[in-house]
């Protein structure tokens, strides 16, 4: 729990290429920390609940394909988070609820083919998102309650065939949305 919760000192981190999951609050308040590299060959699968909450000096972050899933609030408060990009092949099923909550740095994002659901508030206050694209033969089946709350950069977005439910104020102040697209 929380190996280096409020570090505020530490400003990079190398994750090797052995760790198969980063837990819970591992990095929560690290307020400095400007780069997280992962080494080649990563074998991550997970990164555990909130376990960048609050990095507001992170800037950018290249998840490994071998990621299967981001856990609750893992970047919440990341405000400087403007570049999310997950390796080809990415292996990522499931976005947790509040992952990417205030990250009102945040410009876009591609969300991989095999995720299946996007959590309550994901995206909430994501000021700065004018683009989310799902990649192609997404597999998407939920798009949580509040996902894209307040998300008022957002101009349009193509909802994925696979998906079933939309919850409810998933786009609630989503201000400058003019376009939506769901397939038949």
Same mark, same amino acid.
């Given at each position: 729990?929380? +190996?280096?919760?409020?570090?505020?000192?530490?400003?990079?981190?190398?994750?090797?290429?052995?760790?198969?999951?980063?837990? $819970?609050?591992?990095?929560?308040?690290?307020?400095?920390?400007?780069?997280?590299?992962?080494?080649?060959?990563?074998?991550?699968?997970?990164?555990?609940?909130?376990?960048? @909450?609050?990095?507001?000096?992170?800037?950018?972050?290249?998840?490994?394909?071998?990621?299967?899933?981001?856990?609750? @609030? +893992?970047?919440?408060?990341?405000?400087?988070?403007?570049?999310?990009?997950?390796?080809?092949?990415?292996?990522?099923?499931?976005?947790?609820?509040?992952?990417?909550?205030? $990250?009102? *740095?945040? %410009?876009?994002?591609?969300?991989?083919? *095999?995720? %299946?659901?996007? *959590?309550?508030?994901?995206?909430?206050?994501?000021?700065?998102?004018?683009?989310?694209?799902?990649?192609? *033969?997404?597999?998407?089946?939920?798009?949580?309650? #509040?996902?894209?709350?307040? +998300?008022?950069?957002?101009?349009?977005?193509?909802?994925?065939?696979?998906? %079933?439910?939309?919850?409810?104020?998933?786009?609630? #102040?989503?201000?400058?949305?003019?376009?939506?697209?769901?397939?038949?």
């Amino acid at each position: 729990f929380g +190996a280096f919760y409020g570090a505020s000192s530490l400003n990079s981190i190398n994750i090797p290429a052995n760790v198969t999951s980063i837990g $819970a609050n591992a990095f929560y308040q690290a307020t400095n920390l400007e780069t997280v590299t992962f080494e080649a060959g990563s074998q991550l699968t997970t990164i555990g609940d909130l376990v960048f @909450q609050y990095a507001t000096s992170l800037t950018s972050i290249n998840i490994p394909a071998t990621v299967i899933s981001i856990g609750d @609030q +893992a970047f919440e408060g990341a405000s400087d988070l403007e570049t999310v990009t997950f390796e080809e092949g990415s292996q990522l099923t499931s976005i947790g609820k509040k992952a990417f909550y205030g $990250a009102t *740095g945040l %410009t876009s994002i591609t969300i991989p083919e *095999g995720v %299946t659901s996007i *959590g309550e508030y994901a995206f909430q206050f994501a000021e700065s998102l004018t683009s989310v694209t799902f990649e192609a *033969g997404s597999q998407l089946t939920s798009i949580g309650y #509040g996902a894209f709350y307040g +998300a008022s950069s957002l101009t349009s977005i193509n909802i994925p065939a696979s998906v %079933t439910s939309i919850g409810e104020y998933a786009f609630y #102040g989503a201000s400058s949305l003019s376009s939506i697209t769901i397939p038949s």
